[in-house]
């Protein structure tokens, strides 16, 4: 049985996952993320691990990595990476000759939106937003059933559209940026700037919000009406069918969910004279990236598979009508 691994790098966690032809996820491993002021190689590192528990002594048949950076249009290098040491690194390449297997790349907003449009949430819409809330914010354009990467690769970099002119200091080296005030990192930062506590994270706020905390209650409804707003500017762009929140924020579900719906029909341009896409969660949690870097990696392989055949296939006819 072939074996197709799919491993999700963020900011805060490497997951790996071996995943089904069903979009099933078979094991997981995870890691944490060394950090983004560390050696490339230390994140590599956590990486290898963590596939290395998933295949055990399989052979490995490909691996998809979902990265949260900004990956070239050939899938070869993550250019830049807000939250990882990865600067302009031919990421592809070198991990491919340290697990001798071929390794398919592409961006983690990107990978969780193929697997919300394969296996998910997307369903029959040919037109939607995926975002995922996560340390940041990533995200995804699906036009015509198909995740849009754009010229340079990087189509979906909604996180780091400016949203507050000189507004908070943002680890891209921009101020301002959308998911200073939209994500795991925002919800956590809100709480402790009023006294919430240093060591809260953002599952120990949730967990309060879903206990009726005031202060967490508050924190939702902040970073929810940022996502709300920002969504508002999306759709005035895309006017997408659906729009689909994923990562590990949207856990919270319409603790996040229902004051950025709010917003989102407060802040639309002519919400009155149209169809406000609907605003629901990923249906595949904080494993789409890795599920969708497998599928990524499960199709790319195949495909070459069934050139390699087709070549030979005409070789071997040329050969006979020699």
């Known amino acids: 049985m072939a074996l197709f691994i799919g491993v999700d790098i963020g900011g805060t966690k490497v997951l790996a996952t071996a995943v089904s032809r069903s979009g099933r996820v078979l094991r997981t491993a995870l ?63 070198r991990l491919a000759e340290r697990w001798s297997a071929p390794v398919v790349l592409d961006n983690d907003a990107n990978c969780a939106a193929r697997a919300e449009v394969v296996y998910g949430a997307v369903g029959d819409a040919e037109n939607a937003l995926v975002i995922t809330l996560g340390t940041g914010i990533g995200g995804a354009v699906v036009l015509e059933s198909t995740v849009h990467r754009g010229y340079n690769g990087m189509a979906g970099e909604f996180g780091h559209m400016q949203v507050v002119p000189d507004g908070r200091g943002c680890e891209c080296g921009g101020a301002g940026c959308w998911e200073q005030y939209c994500s795991g990192n925002a919800l956590v930062r809100f709480v402790r700037e009023r006294g919430g506590g240093d060591q809260l994270t953002g599952p120990m706020i949730t967990e309060a919000a879903e206990a009726g905390d005031p202060l967490a209650l508050e924190a939702f409804a902040s970073v929810g009406t940022w996502l709300g707003v920002g969504v508002a500017n999306l759709v005035a762009a895309f006017d997408p069918e659906i729009v689909v929140i994923g990562g590990g924020l949207s856990a919270a579900g319409d603790l996040l969910l229902e004051p950025a719906r709010s917003a989102l029909r407060t802040s639309l341009v002519g919400a009155d004279h149209r169809t406000v896409p609907p605003v629901v969660r990923a249906a595949l949690g904080p494993e789409a990236g890795a599920i969708g870097a497998a599928d990524l990696a499960r199709q790319r392989f195949r495909t070459a598979g069934t050139r390699a055949r087709a070549r030979r296939q005409a070789a071997r006819g040329t050969a006979r009508r020699r």
């Open 31 to 93: 890691r944490t993320t060394p950090g983004r002021r560390v050696e490339a190689s230390l994140v590599e590192d956590a990486l290898t691990e963590a596939v290395q528990e998933i295949a055990g002594i399989r052979r490995i048949s490909a691996i998809g990595i979902a990265a949260a950076g900004f990956v070239d249009a050939q899938g070869e290098r993550v250019r830049f990476a807000p939250h990882l040491p990865w600067r302009d690194e031919g990421v592809r390449a």
